[in-house]
Structures are given as C-alpha cells and as structure tokens.
C-alpha cells in the first residue's frame, strides 16, 4: 500500500474528485508556481533606508520561522491523520491538541506565512500576487475540508466555533 492509498487516494476514481483530489493538485500546482515566479521588486532595496531593510528582512525571517514550527508540530500532532487531501482518512481521528487547540488548520498557515515570508524577503510584486492566490486557495479548500470534518466528527461544530480558522484570535 503506498503513502497516497494511505491518504485516501483513489487511483480509480481521482478524476472525480470527490475526496479533494483537485484541491490537493491545486495546492501543489500553485506552490510550484510560486516557486518559479521571478523575483521582481516593488521598490529597489537599494533605495530602502538600512534600518528599513533590516526590519523587513527580520519580519521576513520570523514568518519563515513561524512557518516552520506551525508546519512541523502540526504533522507530529496530526500523526496517522495526515492526509493531504480535503477529506478527513477512514481511520483518522480529530485533532483539537497541541497546535490545534490555537488554529484549525496550522499547515495551510505554515505555508501562508512562508509564502509572506519570502513576498517580504524579495519584495517581489509577482510573489505578492501568488501569496494573495495561495492564501485565497487555502482558505477556500479549508473552507471544503470543514464540511467534511463537520459531517465525520460530531464534536467539529464545537471545536470550530473556539478555535480561530487560520489565524489565533483573528481569523
């Protein structure tokens, strides 16, 4: 059995869609998008004054390293429940611990904020727009995640309505 099978990828039935596939391909093709955008400065650094540079570059870092943490303690506490999929596994279990006890979804976080991470590193216009779509994407396939976890979990309307979507006590 492969990792995707474990998952709840259905090889026979992908085209369908009907457990998020082409959320999950959406997701991945935008990343890989964002990745090869060129970098094309809104300002030149070169006209930012040093004290300027240095907060961005330090604002920068910590969203990257903010990003870091929510993605690597959000795979230990989902555990055998990770799926990349919008559809919650057979054989999963509801995560409200940990990093879950402040946001319901701390990967779709994690990669939101290393993409504003790096759209503050380049100043790059192009990655400015591809954050806006990445975000857009994410919270739109949360959106569709939630039906599902709301329709497996009982318990996931009480756990939505305390926990924060993507942001702790913001959003």
Do not use: C
């Not at 870091?68 to 055998?80: Q, S």
């Not at 590193?121 to 919270?139: E, M, N, Q």
């Amino acid at each position: 059995m492969s990792i995707l099978d474990q998952w709840g990828w259905n090889w026979a039935n992908w085209q369908k869609g009907e457990r998020g596939e082409y959320w999950f391909l959406a997701q991945v093709i935008s990343l890989v998008a964002f990745a090869l955008l060129p970098i094309k400065p809104i300002v030149e650094q070169i006209l930012l004054d040093r004290a300027v540079k240095v907060g961005i570059v330090a604002t920068a870092g910590i969203f990257g390293l903010v990003a870091l943490v929510l993605i690597g303690k959000g795979l230990l506490d989902l555990g055998r429940s990770l799926t990349p999929l919008p559809y919650p596994r057979e054989d999963g279990e509801l995560v409200t611990t940990g990093v879950y006890s402040l946001i319901r979804h701390p990967l779709y976080t994690g990669i939101i904020f290393a993409a504003l991470g790096w759209v503050l590193f380049t100043l790059s216009w192009p990655h400015f727009l591809g954050f806006l779509a990445i975000a857009g994407l994410l919270d739109r396939k949360a959106t569709v995640e939630e039906m599902w976890l709301e329709q497996k979990y009982p318990d996931y309307s009480a756990y939505r309505s305390r926990v924060k979507k993507l942001v702790p006590w913001i959003w």
